[in-house]
């Protein structure tokens, strides 16, 4: 009873002596930095409002009324700083060069990048900017070819003449997650993934929902579907081939390689780059494009099904450039400006990864005129640059013309406008994304003419929770214009 009794009083000396040296540590902190305000905060528990809030966005919007664009707030036991406009961000991400450029440590994201050796969650190391470097370069070169317009092209037809064939109102979702899975995986392995008709029973199995903690698809896509440990052996042999020829590029896999053959550094430096850094490099892809690029559609079918004035015109813009003859191909991008002012709309609107990706402090440093010591992490609240009510007139109002120039071309980059983030640790994907999903949109929109079932509300709701918004399950009715 006893011996009891004193190890019941251990464990609570043991927490209230941990609660204390917390408090002190914070005080100290407090005295030695100008540190940016923020609500109060439970030990280990951390905000209890932002815990009960639905969307982060929502309880962001609030703080930064009473404490301005840069704040801190806890989430359990991780303490962030949140930057919630274009200033504080280009501060952080461009201004300040690399001292916000690193990633915090999350035992999770340990596991499933196999050590960090990822480039989405590592961190900021000369491994990691070769890394990068080279998979940058294999993008360069697996875009230079027409691979992408072609891979697009075979999955979308497959996929728009399944969706033909719904006679009512549907859920697009199945249709829009199976254009996006089969491309990427088109583009890194040279061929489509699987036959439609299986994809819906096992999609949930493949594209687990990107939660807020970052577990992501990846080990489900790892060990049981992409068959990657032939890959892993392929990509072995192929490492030690002597010769490679340049034309004979298939998908990013290929380019991979080669840009890791050509990479011009030392002996020592290549041999940190690992034949994990290259696997964990597909699957940086599927987990950086998937997710992104399947909500970005789901949300632009949305407004365009509750937006008859705004889809006819993309339609007729997609009439008079490419016709009805042919399919829309990546250089009729430039000459579509309203299509792609729409799709930019629909990514301000409905901001896909609407805090990006945590980012660490490397040093000391400022940011708002705020001391950030070594180690903080910041988030990127993009949600708020998109619909900051200083830099967009009418906010909640949808107006792809904000884009467009006095000539109805697409016009500068809007300041406030940053769905890809910026600066060391910009979207990967961003050259990609932008092409893949402009020629998806454009597709769809020659083909179909999109409505809601009668008696729909046309306004867009959100749902998903946390840091993932996206449009709450809707159904829509497609009428088939039947182009070739
Ligand atoms: C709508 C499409 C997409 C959006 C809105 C988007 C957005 C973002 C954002 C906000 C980040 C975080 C940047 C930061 O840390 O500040 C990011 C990172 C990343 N994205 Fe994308 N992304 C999209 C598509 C893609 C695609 C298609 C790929 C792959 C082909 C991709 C690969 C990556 C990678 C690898 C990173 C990590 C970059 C790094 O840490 O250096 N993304 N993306």
């Not at 729409?342 to 990706?357: N, Q």
Request: with cysteine; aromatic share 10%.
């Amino acid at each position: 009873m006893l011996s009891l009794f004193l190890s019941a009083l251990n464990i609570q000396t043991f927490l209230i002596g941990i609660v204390v040296l917390l408090t002190v540590y914070k005080l100290r902190q407090r005295w030695q930095y100008k540190l940016p305000p923020g609500p109060f905060a439970w030990p280990l528990i951390g905000n209890y409002e932002v815990m009960q809030a639905k969307f982060l966005h929502d309880i962001c919007a609030k703080y930064t009324k009473i404490y301005g664009p840069v704040f801190t707030i806890k989430l359990g036991p991780f303490q962030m700083v949140i930057l919630n406009d274009i200033n504080s961000v280009t501060e952080a991400l461009v201004r300040r060069k690399a001292d916000f450029a690193n990633r915090p440590f999350m035992k999770s994201v340990d596991v499933f990048t196999e050590g960090r050796k990822d480039i989405a969650f590592a961190n900021y190391t000369p491994t990691w900017k070769l890394h990068r470097k080279i998979a940058g370069k294999a993008l360069r070169q697996y875009l230079a070819g027409n691979r992408l317009e072609e891979v697009v092209h075979s999955s979308m037809k497959k996929c728009l003449s399944l969706m033909a064939k719904e006679n009512g109102p549907f859920d697009p979702e199945n249709y829009i997650d199976l254009m996006v899975f089969n491309i990427l995986h088109a583009v890194c392995f040279g061929k489509r993934f699987m036959k439609i008709e299986n994809f819906t029973e096992t999609k949930k199995r493949l594209i687990g929902r990107f939660v807020s903690d970052y577990v992501s698809i990846c080990p489900t896509i790892n060990i049981n579907s992409l068959n990657f440990r032939r890959k892993l052996l392929m990509l072995k042999c192929l490492c030690h081939e002597e010769t490679f020829d340049c034309c004979n590029i298939r998908d990013f896999t290929d380019s991979l390689i080669l840009a890791r053959n050509e990479a011009e550094q030392d002996e020592e430096m290549m041999s940190q780059l690992t034949d994990t850094h290259l696997r964990q490099t597909l699957v940086d892809i599927f987990r950086g494009g998937i997710d992104t690029s399947r909500v970005t559609l789901y949300f632009v079918v949305r407004y365009m099904a509750g937006l008859p004035d705004i889809q006819s015109k993309v339609q007729e813009e997609i009439d008079r450039v490419v016709g009805k003859d042919r399919l829309p191909r990546i250089k009729d991008r430039e000459s579509l400006s309203y299509t792609e002012a729409t799709l930019h709309e629909a990514m301000r609107l409905g901001t896909v990864s609407a805090f990006g990706l945590p980012h660490c402090t490397l040093c000391d440093t400022q940011v708002g005129g705020y001391d950030v010591p070594k180690d903080t992490m910041v988030m990127i609240n993009h949600w708020a640059l998109h619909h900051d009510p200083n830099y967009w007139k009418d906010v909640e109002k949808f107006d792809p013309t904000r884009f467009l120039d006095e000539n109805g071309k697409l016009g500068m980059k809007p300041e406030s406008w940053l769905p890809f983030s910026a600066g060391r640790r910009v979207c990967l994907g961003e050259t990609i994304a932008k092409p893949e999903l402009h020629l998806i949109f454009a597709m769809i929109m020659q083909r179909f003419e999109i409505t809601m079932p009668d008696g729909t509300n046309p306004e867009l709701k959100l749902s998903g929770s946390g840091v993932i918004p996206q449009p709450a399950p809707f159904k829509i009715i497609v009428k088939d214009k039947k182009i070739k």
